[in-house]
């Protein structure tokens, strides 16, 4: 938890009815002694609303909370009012009524609002107390007081002058200790923000008498800009010149935007055009750039495109190249080559350059080659029509039917992965030719193996048949464990495609499986341990569901598929049945999936399922646990209302219909006693 120390706490009531326009922007919600403000300020070509730190007019105000940040601003009349449902802002247009602040309990009304010297907005209800607080919600800055709690996090602005979210994000994963300071100085306003450029800085801002405000920076995160993950984009690298970051174009690329040169780079030559023209003169050269250094190995790929030679290893790059930092003071023995077009192969015009064309006289060669080519194909393929019939019949229902899969899993898959990329003879070798399996699946073996001269164990997946359902399986698991990381979730390290055989390697998990500890263990765990089970559980759900940047459906939560490493931590594991919610979508239909006496009843109905039926089946790993009391060691104390909560929270889950059953925030929430519980409907489940 971080926190910042706040000096003073007063505040101005307001009451229900009051109101601001955007028409008269100079009318605001001050806070005493009206160093904060709220209500309208100018972003863009419109308006949006916020808290900013109010300077008079006479210099630049700073804006330390925007609402509703998606939101475009607001280029027509608009008003803000205060009634019994929060702060709602009314578009005089378009009729449209967007809320801005409302408790999170609907039952509740609001009986008035403050703004407080620390920025805080609050709402109040008839008994005084808050009942909702922008302080919660914090967009790219912290102010005095203001808390960021694990699992939450700061967003960047798009820009100084638009507020929208930008590039960067800031998340604290864990508490290491809480600290926070005070002051009785009112002239000082202190805040933390995620600036622009990804940065994490300190200020100060220092009052004068005449209401002017001076900004200081105190402290930054990181005193070198380009090590921010991402500040130039793609094919692009950063150099730290003058105290100041500048991204900069890889060999053969130009900038997207050269107005944005943080936006990356793109290529000034044409891929397809790389194979060589006529006289065999080659249309691309190798350049070599060094002391660039990649923060990341990423997209490796046999067909390279790039090459980083570093500490006596090479390993070979596949464009888009990402988190590229140059800089020739640091101790790094690194050079780059990359494939770069020797000329371009077409003019302004788009037309391929004179000097680049054919002769007439090889066109005619190869014209009568063709020719020549085809006649004698047609003579071989009437002599064989029963073997070309064969032949057919096997490409379209094998090899046909496999391409097609390969051609829909590749789209996009390499630009979302930064993984590596094993020889199938490394992880023969790695895992002593397969010897030691650690379990079966219905598509293939899991292998013990190592790597490193045997200092890093390794979990290898191996794809025994090459169906349909088993090349997206892999498909699957590769697009979900690639773009998803988190302290619950098994990591993926890499992969293998070579031929028919298709392989993934993982972190190994030396503890066995929640499987294992429930029902083979003699030393099970304790009622506390099974408490910190259930819960690391649900935070790895819970990014699948709500904070991965496309929501995942596991599809086959079960104690088999909770995996423990060898700090006993829990580790969600088996993605091959994982189903991707693209966009906007909340429900999606699919073939039935998952393992039985795990499954939600949608299942077996012709309806779409959603992120539900994981809750289902957390609902049932959460019985097992339970059930398993009779194993728990004599005379260990149990905490009957922890127990309790987890029973209810068990019939919650395991709910027929999918409306019933919590949101897997809402699962957290009950189990740590945040929110109460309701008695709920007995389960028709068989098992119960």
Same mark, same amino acid.
């Given at each position: ?329 640091? $101790?790094? @023995?690194? %050079? *780059? !080559? ?5 000329? =371009? #192969?077409? &003019? ?16 005619? $060669?190869? @014209?009568? %080659? *063709? !020719? ?5 194909? =047609? #003579?071989? &393929? ?22 097609? !899969? ?6 996009? #898959? ?275």
């Amino acid at each position: 938890m971080m926190t910042l120390g706040v000096s003073h706490k007063s505040s101005s009531i307001i009451s229900l009815g009051s109101s601001l326009s955007s028409a008269t922007q100079s009318i605001l919600w001050h806070s005493p002694p009206s160093s904060f403000a709220f209500g309208f300020y100018s972003q863009g070509g419109g308006l949006s609303v916020g808290v900013w730190l109010d300077g008079g007019g006479k210099n630049d105000n700073k804006v330390v909370w925007t609402a509703n940040r998606d939101d475009p601003p607001v280029t027509s009349n608009g008003t803000l009012i205060l009634n019994e449902k929060g702060v709602l802002l009314s578009i005089a247009v378009s009729g449209e009524k967007n809320v801005i602040a409302s408790p999170n309990n609907s039952a509740i009304s609001v009986f008035s609002a403050s703004m407080l010297y620390s920025s805080n907005f609050v709402l109040y209800n008839k008994d005084n107390h808050t009942i909702w607080k922008s302080f919660e919600q914090p967009t790219d800055t912290l102010l005095g007081g203001q808390t960021l709690l694990t699992d939450h996090k700061l967003i960047s602005s798009s820009s100084e002058k638009d507020h929208s979210p930008g590039r960067f994000h800031l998340k604290l994963t864990y508490n290491y200790y809480n600290e926070s300071s005070s002051s009785n100085n009112n002239s000082t306003v202190f805040s933390a923000s995620l600036d622009v450029d990804g940065n994490f800085r300190l200020y100060a801002y220092l009052f004068e008498r005449n209401g002017v405000f001076q900004t200081y920076q105190l402290l930054r995160a990181l005193l070198n800009s380009c090590k921010v993950r991402g500040f130039c984009g793609l094919n692009s690298y950063c150099t730290f010149n003058d105290n100041r970051p500048y991204c900069a174009c890889l060999t053969g690329t130009d900038f997207i935007d050269p107005l944005q040169n943080n936006l990356g780079c793109k290529r000034n030559y044409f891929e397809a055009h790389c194979k060589g023209g006529k006289a065999n003169i080659p249309f691309y050269n190798m350049a070599s750039m060094p002391c660039i250094e990649w923060t990341t190995g990423s997209f490796y790929d046999c067909n390279y495109e790039a090459a980083q030679f570093k500490n006596g290893i090479c390993r070979k790059q596949k464009l888009p190249l990402r988190y590229l930092l140059r800089d020739p003071d640091a $101790q790094v @023995n690194s %050079t *780059v !080559l990359l494939k770069v077009g020797i000329i =371009s #192969l077409e &003019a302004d015009n788009g037309t391929v350059p004179s000097e680049l064309r054919p002769s007439k006289v090889l066109i005619k $060669q190869k @014209n009568t %080659t *063709v !020719l020549i080519f085809l006649l004698t194909f =047609s #003579l071989v &393929a009437c002599s064989c029509a029963l073997l070309t019939i064969s032949g057919v019949y096997i490409y379209k229902f094998r090899v046909l039917r496999y391409k097609r !899969l390969l051609e829909l899993g590749n789209l996009g #898959l390499t630009e979302e992965l930064t993984l590596t990329l094993f020889s199938y003879k490394e992880l023969k070798r790695a895992t002593n030719g397969f010897k030691e399996e650690l379990g079966k699946g219905s598509f293939g073996a899991v292998y013990k193996g190592s790597l490193d001269r045997g200092r890093q164990l390794i979990a290898v997946k191996r794809l025994e048949k090459l169906v349909e359902e088993g090349e997206k399986e892999f498909q699957a698991e590769m697009r979900a464990i690639g773009r998803a990381h988190h302290k619950n979730l098994v990591r993926l390290l890499g992969y293998c495609v070579e031929d028919s055989k298709r392989l993934l390697v993982y972190e190994f998990m030396g503890n066995g499986s929640l499987a294992d500890l429930l029902f083979k263990s003699t030393n099970p765990p304790d009622w506390d341990e099974r408490t910190r089970i259930a819960l690391d559980v649900v935070r790895g759900i819970l990014y699948l569901h709500d904070e991965c940047e496309t929501p995942i459906i596991h599809c086959d939560i079960k104690p088999q598929n909770i995996l423990m490493d060898d700090l006993w931590r829990v580790k969600i594991s088996d993605f091959g049945l994982a189903k991707l919610l693209m966009g906007d979508e909340t429900r999606t239909f699919t073939r039935v999936r998952g393992t039985r006496g795990y499954m939600a009843p949608e299942w077996h109905k012709s309806t779409p399922i959603s992120v539900k039926v994981d809750i289902y089946s957390y609902g049932v790993v959460l019985c097992l646990v339970e059930k398993e009391l009779d194993k728990l060691m004599l005379g260990e104390e149990v905490d009957k209302r922890s127990l309790e909560r987890m029973v209810m929270v068990a019939l919650w889950c395991i709910q027929d219909e999918p409306a019933l059953r919590p949101s897997i925030k809402t699962v957290l929430m009950m189990l740590e006693g945040i929110t109460d519980i309701c008695i709920p409907p007995r389960p028709t489940a068989s098992f119960i």
